[in-house]
């Protein structure tokens, strides 16, 4: 793991060489498409599915464009951001709920969505004043986040509307467009659709309610920490988020 976690830092390094306005070693290219193992994990903490997914600077708007291209996606749906830390999560959003609520849910495989920030790029979902924010509890993805001098944008590696991904192979038509492919290998039973639910996404970003956008793969463990911990009040969801 050691070897593949200096393999893609370096790779982001050569990448970024040469690239104005974005800080040393990590510019314009650097994870422009870079395909990555995401936690979209099970409830319990002994279980690690997860689902592989495509990561770019998230405040370099050429990046941000190449992640719709390169799915097909629907320009009105958003990107979530990924960082390495809760504390860098107050650079990118209004928070309105008590930090140890965040702790609680993050790193984890939960999606938060909250007000965003002056700081993020306006070329990120500029169609929505909310961000969704993901800190996966992946040690290789958390370090390569904090490498980068922002946040990263990040959705599944698949076609728009096909199933999440579980190998390499199975985004295999992607490959070309992509600048670095990290291969985690297997992950979870690609035979079980369970694994391949993604994050539970939570809008946060009314004070003293929620509401569940997808129920993804740790609802119940979710909702039980923001109805008895937080006393939060749980509201129906609206049109699909993030």
């Not at 941000?64 to 960082?83: D, M, T």
């Not at 999440?164 to 992509?178: G, H």
């Not at 003293?208 to 009040?233: D, H, W």
């Amino acid at each position: 793991m050691h070897g593949v976690r200096r393999a893609a830092l370096a790779a982001l390094a050569r990448a970024g060489e040469d690239a104005p306005g974005t800080g040393p070693g990590l510019g314009r290219a650097a994870a422009r498409l870079l395909p990555l193992p995401l936690p979209g994990g099970a409830a319990r903490p002994d279980h690690t599915d997860t689902v592989y997914g495509v990561a770019g600077l998230a405040q370099d708007s050429g990046a941000v464009r190449s992640i719709y291209s390169l799915k097909g996606r629907n320009g009105k749906k958003p990107l979530a951001i990924c960082l390495g830390d809760v504390e860098r999560l107050y650079r990118y959003c209004q928070v309105n709920v008590p930090d140890e609520l965040l702790r609680d849910l993050l790193p984890g495989p939960v999606t938060l969505v909250l007000k965003r920030s002056e700081e993020l790029n306006k070329d990120l979902n500029p169609f929505t004043s909310l961000v969704g924010v993901r800190i996966p509890n992946h040690p290789f993805i958390r370090e390569l986040a904090r490498a980068c001098p922002g946040p990263l944008a990040l959705t599944s590696a698949n076609i728009s509307c096909q199933a999440s991904t579980l190998t390499v192979s199975e985004f295999q038509e992607l490959w070309p467009q992509l600048s670095l492919i990290i291969d985690g290998g297997p992950i979870g039973d690609i035979q079980s659709p369970e694994c391949r639910l993604g994050s539970t996404v939570v809008d946060l970003s009314v004070s003293g309610k929620f509401t569940i956008i997808r129920p993804g793969c740790a609802l119940a463990s979710t909702v039980e920490i923001l109805r008895q911990k937080y006393g939060l009040i749980p509201e129906p969801a609206g049109e699909p988020g993030h």
